[in-house]
């Protein structure tokens, strides 16, 4: 068997699975959100730096669909526990490891091809709604990026991750380094900027969008819209330097990589000793199966028990064996240093620009931008990992037909999973909590205000998560497949931020998991952003139960024959505990929703994010004429301010002193009152300014 037939065997098992093209349909709308995402400024939506930019970025995201395909083509021998019969047969080393590869990279390249036909969709949908100015049509626009920027960027990572997932012979490792890669890419592109010798800094970005945004930093507006990316040789070099790096990567997989079936590290005294283990046991085994019955053996039968407290205690006996099984790996060590460590280095900067001044990293700026928002991606990212590896860790295993004929309810399996993943999400928070610690340790700040820390992590950003998971492992269930549950989660968190982005829903009652934000102060703590932010989260747990009762309904047991079949199952399914908890979370989700909407839409002026700045558009255009008339001047001002932070209110009294300083006559002077009515009462609080004369007119 030649490399060639290897490579014709997996290209043609890749272009045959349907998986392949959904990946090219979620690339395709990816490309669609990046052009969109970055269509906005003075240039065209179109203009070929922004197709270059956004082909980059389209590029960085598609890194799921590399690990999904190299990942499957590194370890699918090994899942499959066909490794012993391929080690066996004449093939050599390289024509496999090159075969597989080579046959990854071009599935991938042409799912890659989305990128550029998405970006030329959107410049067609854009151009028809004339939301911003497109220019001319130009292919090589469109076709450029792909060879200068997509292409070099997939086989870095490709060669990186299918060298992980051929020494591993596993996929989570696999998928745990795209996250790592795209952490690295951010910190790369980051720290280019820092670098002060230029053609280092050029060099050391991976996935050349720093060295495009210097090659075209100066370029005018017109240059941005008429003149091509081309392949200047900055960015040439660059890609040519990490294609090296992809090299040296993958021949350090042909030194390190055995073909053998024992497992890598594996000694020869090891497996001697697996050996005489298991010919004592053979010994033993065969003993006694020789050794005569005296009597026949009476199997005792004992009725089994099926209430609530063997349901809470089925519930816990799979939440502790899918923990155990996660914990127990030594990659999940990793992945908690990787958290420290991603937070230390995300963080480190945190005190540096703080209105434009230096300041400690004081556990308010830790816990409020870093751990709340800089590192939430990556935990948003892991939760998505560990909930399909626990909803398809039975079949992954082949053991998925002899767990599911015990008498589990479907409801208990998911929940125990479902509890393991929000224990693992609380083991992360930790150890971002000992990241955070770390910055302020570093720095020589040593207020640590734990309190602080366990308000953010295990209060509020912790039911976020919670409420993320909830909606991870129902996808992955009703997908049925768990690197398509890995994309269709992605693109519903995508769609969110589309939406909000463009302003077409943007009303926290309709984006799953949103709230209006909240902000804390050394003044008055978190203030009054608490109360909304518990009505949001309330109303959205309601609809996450409402999604594990779905997830119930649609679990798989056993062999499905098809959608069909679990459609007719989910309608048998539906009753009993189920039925009940169904109608509960309809109920809260009306009652809460009508509860936050009366608040958010009746009793105050609910104003969408598009229309921010309506109101003052509508002043300018009212005030427009009175733009140039002459007005006194402020030149004494005496001003009692009273700030109530636990009602909240303000009580404002003084006076000001007016001189007309323009030297024309004054025959009327111009006073804005800003309004606000209250929440509760709904009063006006106007300020009075007494006017005194003094000076000319």
Known sequence: MKLREVFRYELEYRLRSVSTWLYAGFLFLIAIWTFLATAEGSAYANAPVRIAG??????????????????????????????????????????????????????????????????????????????VTVGPFRILAFVQPWPLLVLPNLILAGAILYAIGVLARRVVPVYLGAIVLFITYLVAANAAEQITNPVLALLSDPIGIHTLEVTTRYWSEAEQNARLVGFPAELVLNRAVWLVVAAAVLTLLYRRFRFAHAPA????????????????????????????????????????TFDFRMTVRQTLAIARRSLTEIMASRWFIAVLLGCAGVTLLMGWNVGDTVFDTSTWPVTMLV??????????????????????????????????????????????????????????IAALQVAQMVG???????????????????????????????????????????????????????????????????????????????????????????????????????????????????????????????????????????????????????????????????????????????????????????????????????VDAKLRVDIYPDRPAVDIRGSYRLVNQTGVSIDSVHVMFDVHRSGHQGALDLVRPRLEAGGRG
């Open 54 to 131: 956004g082909s980059a970025i389209a590029g960085v995201i598609g890194l799921l669909v590399t690990a999904a395909i190299f990942g499957d083509a590194a370890v699918r021998d090994f899942a499959a526990e066909m490794d012993p019969l391929l080690f066996t047969s004449p093939l050599r080393k390289g024509d496999y490891l090159g075969g597989r590869f080579l046959a990854a990279l071009t599935v991938n390249a042409v799912v890659m091809l989305t990128v550029p036909v998405g970006h030329f969709v959107a410049t067609m949908i854009v151009g028809a709604l004339q939301s």
């Open 265 to 304: 590290g594996t000694t020869r005294r090891g497996l001697m000793a697996v050996v005489g283990a298991n010919r004592s046991r053979a010994k033993r085994v065969v003993a006694e199966s020789i050794e005569p019955l005296a009597r026949p053996v009476e199997v005792p039968r004992i009725a089994g």
């Open 367 to 424: 816990a409020g931008t870093v751990l709340a928002r800089r590192v939430t991606p990556i935990i948003y990212a892991l939760i998505a990992l560990y909930a399909g590896e626990l909803v398809w860790k039975n079949r992954d295993a082949n053991v998925d037909e002899i767990v599911d004929a015990a008498p589990v309810p479907e409801g208990v399996a998911l929940l125990g999973r479902f509890l393991s993943l929000v224990v693992l």
């Open 436 to 634: 955070g610690i770390l910055i302020q340790a570093f720095h020589g700040y040593y207020r640590l205000e734990v309190g602080l820390y366990l308000e953010v992590l295990f209060g509020l950003k912790l039911v976020d998560y919670v409420l993320f998971a909830a909606l991870a492992m129902t996808i992955q269930v009703l997908v049925n497949h768990k690197y398509l549950g890995h994309m269709a989660l992605l693109l519903a968190f995508v769609s969110v931020l589309t939406l909000r982005m463009l302003g077409i829903v943007d009303h926290h009652l309709l984006l799953y998991g949103t709230d209006p934000g909240w902000t804390y102060s050394e003044m008055n703590g978190f203030g009054p952003f608490i109360g909304p932010w518990a009505w949001f989260k309330a109303y959205w747990a309601a609809w996450a139960l409402l999604l594990a009762v779905v997830a119930a309904l649609f679990w798989v047991r056993g062999r499905e024959p098809g959608a069909r079949h679990r459609v007719a199952l989910a309608g048998a399914r539906f009753g009993g505990s189920i039925a009940r908890a169904a109608g509960g979370a309809m109920v809260l989700i009306i009652v809460l929703g009508g509860f936050v909407f009366y608040n958010t839409n009746i009793l105050n002026d609910y104003r969408p994010g598009r229309d921010a700045g309506l109101p003052q558009a509508q002043y300018e255009q009212r005030y427009k004429h009175f733009e140039d008339a002459p007005q006194p001047t402020i």
